[in-house]
């Protein structure tokens, strides 16, 4: 059974940086494709970036490319979202998702973490 538990989110003003982690108690978490997302109040869950299961492919949601990087430690059954450069806009609750294949509809992935709150602060 997958559990995903995500740290790393808070408070941080605009043009900063914040590293968010998803740890995986599975022995699983290897063979699993993973992907970060975010919902702001008032909005849908949106896809935000995602990685194959052996970190060969990432795919990126075109307001964070360039400034957001998605990379996994499968020793450490682990997913980062490196976030820089970060905007008011990119305020949201942000959830790390596994699925077996990489995809960026929510509806691909199979298990989902709790979240956790970013906010950037003009």
């Known amino acids: 059974q997958v559990q995903l538990v995500e740290s790393g989110g808070g408070l941080v003003q605009a043009g900063g940086s914040l590293r968010l982690s998803c740890a995986d108690s599975?022995?699983?978490?290897?063979?699993?494709?993973m992907g970060w997302f975010r919902q702001a109040p008032g909005k849908e869950r949106e896809f935000v970036a995602g990685i194959s299961w052996n970190g060969g492919s990432t795919v990126y949601e075109d307001s964070v490319k360039g400034r957001f990087t998605i990379s996994r430690e499968n020793a450490k059954n682990t997913v980062y979202l490196q976030m820089s450069s970060l905007k008011p806009e990119d305020t949201a609750v942000y959830y790390c998702a596994a699925t077996r294949n990489l995809a960026v509809r929510v509806g691909d992935y199979d298990y989902w973490g709790q979240g956790t709150q970013v906010t950037v602060s003009s």
């Open positions: 599975a022995r699983t978490f290897s063979s699993y494709a």
